[in-house]
Nanobody, 123 residues
Framework: QVQLVESGGGLVQSGGSLRLSCAAS????????MGWFRQAPGKEREFVAR????????SYADSVKGRFTISRDNAKNTVYLQMNSLKPEDTAVYYC????????????????WGQGTQVTVSS
């Protein structure tokens, strides 16, 4: 069992930066693939970034590539999402998720979810 708690969201102006954190509790965190997803009002949850258990395999959605960076610190049971050059279209609730085996971009493949943190980017 893994519990996930996101933090770091907030209100930022266009072009600004935020760093999201996802703290995990439970054993074997280092064996889980981790993903960040987001959901804007009236839209489906979408993939943002994912990282495998050792951090050697990373991928991003095209919409955030070059602006966002996912990383993890297994010693701290935490995964991060550094978001730079934020745009109003990045406004959404951001969720982290954990997957027992491997990594994926499909949210239905993930086993555990956090409660989400709101990111609002003003123009």
């Amino acid at each position: 069992q893994v519990q996930l708690v996101e933090s770091g969201g907030g209100l930022v102006q266009s072009g600004g930066s935020l760093r999201l954190s996802c703290a995990a509790s439970g054993r074997s965190f280092s064996t889980y693939g981790m993903g960040w997803f987001r959901q804007a009002p009236g839209k489906e949850r979408e993939f943002v970034a994912r990282i495998n258990w050792v951090g050697g395999s990373i991928s991003y959605a095209d919409s955030v590539k070059g602006r966002f960076t996912i990383s993890r610190d297994n010693a701290k049971n935490t995964v991060y999402l550094q978001m730079n050059s934020l745009k109003p279209e990045d406004t959404a609730v951001y969720y982290c998720a954990a997957k027992r085996l491997g990594v994926a971009v499909n949210p239905s493949a993930y086993d555990y979810w956090g409660q989400g943190t709101q990111v609002t980017v003003s123009s």
